[in-house]
């Protein structure tokens, strides 16, 4: 994970396939939480995004 600078704090951001990471560098895993995304198949339209 790479940091970067927001705000003067270092975060970094893994946007993974079935989770969302944000980490503080001074913290450590300050949000761990599971993204889902429904589409419909025969027009691409997004129904429904949870994170």
């Known amino acids: 994970m790479r940091f ?28 761990n939480e599971p993204s889902i995304i429904a589409i419909e198949k025969s027009t691409n339209e997004v129904l429904a995004v949870r994170s």
């Open 4 to 31: 970067l600078r927001l705000h003067g704090k270092r975060i970094g951001i893994d946007l993974g396939t079935e989770s969302i990471l944000v980490a503080v560098k001074s913290e450590g895993i300050v949000i």
